[in-house]
Nanobody, 124 residues
Framework: VQLQASGGGLVQAGGSLRLSCAAS????????MAWFRQAPGKERGFVAA????????YYADSVKGRFTISRDNAKNTVYLQMNNLKPEDTAVYYC??????????????????WGQGTQVTVSS
């Protein structure tokens, strides 16, 4: 499956953005989907994930209550709605897909397929 992330940009603190990740070349409903992010000089870290059939959501503590992950299997797309953005949310955001595990994980090594990343910059 190929993943194409979009929707990043520059926003002031307290603002909102919605990221999208469009999948092609595979059966989207087979995949758990996740978002990770990587700030300059830091490791790529887990942000959120959603399961493939029952849409159970998982979040990093740092974004819980501010970010919402969702998916539209008819459109082969996963979304990340980001509200009340903070400067520390500045990073390149990547979408990822996994079909092998029973539940989504927070471990980037478990995800085989990755999008190209989209830059999110939050100014103070």
């Amino acid at each position: 499956v190929q993943l194409q992330a979009s929707g990043g940009g520059l926003v002031q603190a307290g603002g909102s953005l919605r990221l999208s990740c469009a999948a092609s070349g595979g059966s989207f409903s087979r995949y758990h989907m996740a978002w990770f992010r990587q700030a300059p000089g830091k490791e790529r870290g887990f942000v959120a994930a959603i399961s493939r059939t029952d849409n159970i959501e998982y979040y990093a503590d740092s974004v819980k209550g501010r970010f919402t992950i969702s998916r539209d299997n008819a459109k082969n797309t996963v979304y990340l709605q980001m509200n009340n953005l903070k400067p520390e949310d500045t990073a390149v955001y990547y979408c990822a897909a996994d079909s092998l595990r029973i539940r989504p994980t927070r471990t980037k090594a478990d995800y085989v397929y990755w999008g190209q990343g989209t830059q999110v910059t939050v100014s103070s």
